[in-house]
């Protein structure tokens, strides 16, 4: 169980082997019941949380947002990924984190959704370099001890990279991320992986470690990546949606059989059920996981829209068994490494 106490592991980033492989914040993927699938299945170095709104943890709203900052400790190191532009609000939400017992707080710098970056946030930060120092100066005296790091773009509209990274590395940050696409490009272009040799320059010298992002499809590129470009770590997105292996060198999701990763998509659910039962977050999250669980297998269509009409697990262990059309055992596993959100909200008053 998570929040009864303070990290133990300050500045663990430095302690990571090269290249570190991390697990990417991902909205709506990568929440507490995914990351608990992927730490049994491939525990990568470093574990970021799903983004969360600093002015929400600061708003009467807050109650919504208290399950997306559950965790539990075999995730460590787990670091919390807020976003925002308002100091105050940053501060405020970076102490919170810290007393949540946090590894580490990283600040979005990067969301490309068009209404965070009209408000200034995500990626509208490369436009303010001013506010976006001011922000990291207030996460910084809220998050104490623990490291503060960003995760950003290579530009706003144009690739810009050594003037923003210049500007990021004056504020002395533990690591910086860099999702190697500017925010115009989304996700629509291949990302820029032959540039990041004009940012590595500048990082020599310095104790803040790069990290790089975008496209990689698997635990031997990221490897690979790593060597070619001289970056200190690779963060992994959506390779792995569908894919809890991916950071196990042993284990090769197309190797699996159908049913061994079916067991796993229902694990997932069941986990799912368990942590958010108590909570606002629906079931319907778990049909984007189901539809990646499946894809490539046999008949996936169908098996598809047999899932998409699911609204428990239950359900999708019926669908599955289905499915199969053969003898098919699955038993819920025991589940007792949980969060209390009366704990949790007892931290947040």
């Not at 991320?177 to 925010?183: E, F, I, P, V």
Request: glycine share 6%; charged share 25%.
């Amino acid at each position: 169980m998570c929040g009864a106490n303070i990290s133990n592991n300050r500045n663990f980033y430095q302690k990571l082997p090269k290249p570190a492989l991390v697990l990417a914040p991902l909205e709506q993927v990568t929440d507490a019941a995914f990351r608990y699938i992927i730490n049994k299945y491939g525990k990568p170095h470093v574990i970021y949380t799903e983004f969360t709104s600093a002015d929400g943890l600061c708003s009467p709203g807050l109650e919504r947002l208290i399950p997306d900052l559950r965790y539990t400790e075999a995730e460590r190191p787990i670091v919390a990924q807020i976003f925002g532009r308002r100091p105050e609000t940053m501060r405020h939400a970076a102490s919170i984190c810290r007393k949540l017992g946090f590894d580490g707080v990283d600040i979005n710098m990067g969301c490309p959704e068009k209404n965070v970056c009209k408000t200034g946030a995500g990626a509208g930060m490369i436009n303010n370099p001013a506010l976006a120092k001011e922000c990291i100066a207030a996460v910084k005296e809220g998050a104490g001890d623990l490291p503060v790091s960003v995760k950003t773009r290579i530009g706003f509209t144009d690739i810009t990279m050594e003037e923003w990274v210049e500007h990021l590395l004056e504020t002395d940050l533990q690591v910086i991320t860099l999702h190697l696409r500017t925010r115009k490009e989304m996700s629509k272009v291949p990302a820029h992986w032959d540039k990041v040799h004009h940012v590595v320059e500048q990082f020599k010298g310095t104790e803040t470690l790069l990290y790089g992002n975008g496209d990689v499809e698997s635990l031997q590129q990221a490897n690979q990546l790593a060597e070619e470009t001289g970056v200190d770590g690779i963060m992994c997105g959506r390779a792995i949606f569908g894919n809890p292996w991916f950071f196990n060198p042993d284990v090769c999701r197309e190797e699996l059989t159908v049913t061994e990763r079916l067991h796993v998509m229902l694990e997932h659910a069941y986990v799912f059920e368990h942590f958010f039962a108590d909570t606002r977050k629906h079931f319907l999250v778990m049909r984007s996981h189901f539809h990646a669980y499946v894809s490539g297998m046999p008949k996936a269509k169908e098996m598809r829209i047999k899932l998409t009409l699911c609204s428990s697990a239950d359900e999708a262990h019926e669908a599955v068994k289905e499915y199969l059309e053969t003898p098919f055992v699955f038993n819920p596993p025991p589940l007792h490494d949980s969060v209390n959100l009366d704990e949790l909200r007892q931290i947040f008053a």
